[in-house]
Structures are given as structure tokens and as C-alpha cells.
């Protein structure tokens, strides 16, 4: 039977339901077992568990290098980092040994590592707790890197990472964690790497994921009652691999396209999505794609932030700017 659950519950749920169906399924990181994570997203596991879910040392490089050992021995690592900006420190792991290990060992063994990580402004936190790095993971062969943006979409995700063959990043944007509640249909489960269309339009295409998703819905009805427009809004879910084709399809139907990301703009993933859309849609648009993102700067702190975020008035006059050109 459903539940009507957050998305903190739901990441808590799923991997409870993970730890009973598989005994390979192993659950750490930094203060994930009796404190049951800064966010409360592991709550009750170890109690349930206490054998395969476990806290981890302050080490971000060692948490990421265990998983890697774990993989490579027949286990299901889901490994939490306590923030995004944390990960940094493992990175060097992840480059080297979590991704390489499918083409290094010419496929005798894989990495079916999950790495939880918290993500993004908007909860007021100290520096280096709410960064958008979702574009430097993207760029690493091997990773498959998943940003869900609701209760559902994050049960039927991280389900679907944790039974993967191959490493996955798995980044939950912060400020959704309380923010909704929504119905999450028993054993949930979505294909990673298939976008998601979240409203469907004729006069232009929205892109956006995570906590910028419901920012978009807000721009777009507000456009859509001013205008008269019909929007089509989509949601990649999974960040790499990129559903290219989905994307494709919407702008050469649309002819227009705004990208939404709260990453800073140099190298952010609305690049990568405008050369892809410019490589395979060029002749069917009507205007530039336009970038609604954070800025080229480092996410200010609690009196400047709601400034770095792009939020609704920003977006609407991004999917104005295109609709006018």
C-alpha cells in the first residue's frame, strides 16, 4: 500500500526495504547508525541491521576506498557522505578506483556502489555544505550521477542505484528533505538514465532537476496564466548518462528552451544540455537557449543566499525572455 512520505522518509524507507531484500546491501558513513544521520535519513537501520550498518570515521577518502573493497567482494555498498562539498575529499577515489573498475578489469568486476550525498543551498548552512557540483561528477567515465526531485522520484531512483551493476552518486537535494509530502507506491522503482516529463507543452521546453524543479512549476504557471504559453517541463532525474533523446525530441517540437540549475553557469550542466541541443536541434529553434543558474561565485552565506539561488522570478523571466525572441 502507498505511503504518503518526504523525501528524508523515503530515502529511510527504501533503504530499509534494500537491507531486507538483500543481504549484500551494506549502509554506512559518517554518524549513520546510532545518531541515524545528520538528516535523520537512517534512522532505526542500525537497530534493525546491526550487522550490516555501521558508522564510518571521519574520512570521506576512506568511506569512498572502503565501498571499493566492499564492491569488489560481492557486497552492496550504499555509503553516505554528510554533505556534497565532504565528497571532494574522496574524489581522488572516485576518479581512480570507483569508477575505472568495470574498464580496468575489461568487466570481471564491477562497482555496484551507492553514494548518498545532501546537496545545494537553500537551508541557510554553513560554507561547504551547499554546493551543486553535479556537472564535476558528471564529467568522470564510469559514474552514473542521479538527482532526484520528489518523494516518489527518490525511492524509485535510489532503488534502482542500489541494485545497479555500476557506481552511482546519488544526490539528494537538501532543501527537499521536509519541504512535501507525496503517495510512494510500494517497491518503487525507475530506470536511471530516462528523464522525466513532468508537463507537457507546444511553445517551449524547461529544463530543470532537483529543488529547482519546483521553483520552474512555480515560473512556468505563472507564465502560462500571464501568456497564454503552453510549457513543456522536464526533469532529467538522471544527470549522466543524459536522456539526450527526450530532450531532443521536446525542443524540436518547441522550438524554444530555457535550462534551469543552481550550479554556477561556467561548465555547469545547462552547457552541456545547449551543445547537445545545438548538435541535434539547431534548425528547429526560434531563439538562444537561455541559462537561468547560480552565479560564478562561491554560494554566499545566510544573508546573501536566497540572492545566489534562482528562484521564480528569475526563471519566469528567462522562459519570457525566449518566448519573446
Given amino acids: 500500500m ?18 531486507a531484500a538483500d543481504d549484500s546491501v551494506v549502509v554506512y558513513g559518517e554518524d549513520i547508525g546510532r545518531a541515524g544521520g545528520v538528516f535523520r535519513a537512517t534512522e532505526g537501520l542500525l537497530e534493525a541491521h546491526p550487522d550490516r550498518v555501521f558508522d564510518a570515521p571521519v574520512a570521506e577518502a576512506g ?9 569488489a567482494t560481492g557486497l552492496r555498498p550504499v555509503a553516505e557522505i554528510q554533505f556534497q562539498s565532504f565528497l571532494y575529499q574522496g574524489f581522488h577515489q572516485l576518479v581512480q578506483h570507483v569508477a575505472r573498475m568495470r574498464s580496468r578489469t575489461r568487466g570481471t568486476v564491477t ?38 526531485a520528489s518523494p516518489a522520484e527518490t525511492a524509485g531512483l535510489l532503488r534502482s542505484a542500489i541494485r545497479s551493476p555500476d557506481p552511482v552518486v546519488f544526490m539528494e537535494p537538501t532543501r527537499l528533505y521536509r519541504s512535501v509530502r507525496e503517495e510512494v507506491p510500494d517497491e518503487h522503482e525507475i530506470p536511471l538514465g530516462e528523464a522525466r516529463i513532468v508537463d507537457t507543452g507546444e511553445d517551449a521546453t524547461v529544463i530543470a532537476w532537483g529543488s529547482m524543479l519546483r521553483e520552474t512549476l512555480d ?10 504559453a503552453s510549457i513543456e517541463v522536464i526533469d532529467p532525474r538522471t544527470i549522466s548518462p543524459l536522456d539526450t533523446e527526450t530532450i531532443v525530441e521536446s525542443v524540436r517540437k518547441t522550438g524554444r528552451c530555457v535550462v534551469v540549475h543552481e550550479a554556477p553557469k561556467t561548465s555547469g550542466m545547462a552547457g552541456e544540455i545547449i551543445a547537445r541541443i545545438n548538435e541535434e536541434a539547431f534548425f528547429y529553434l526560434e531563439a538562444p537557449v537561455e541559462r537561468v543558474t547560480g552565479y560564478d561565485v562561491p554560494v554566499p552565506l545566510f544573508a546573501r543566499e536566497d540572492a545566489y539561488l534562482p528562484d521564480a522570478t528569475r526563471i519566469e523571466a528567462g522562459i519570457e525572455r525566449v518566448l519573446e525572441s
Fill in 219 to 228: 515560473a512556468v504557471d505563472s507564465v502560462e496564466t500571464e501568456t497564454g
Fill in 63 to 71: 568511506i569512498v576506498g572502503v565501498g571499493v573493497g566492499l564492491a
Fill in 111 to 148: 562497482c555496484p556502489m551507492t553514494i548518498r550525498t545532501p546537496y545545494g543551498g537553500g537551508i541557510h548552512a554553513l560554507e561547504l555544505h551547499s554546493e551543486s557540483f553535479e556537472a564535476g561528477f558528471a564529467h568522470v567515465p564510469g559514474l552514473t550521477v542521479v538527482i532526484p
Fill in 2 to 19: 502507498a505511503e504518503r512520505l518526504r523525501v528524508v522518509e523515503a530515502v529511510r524507507e527504501t533503504l530499509r526495504e534494500e537491507l
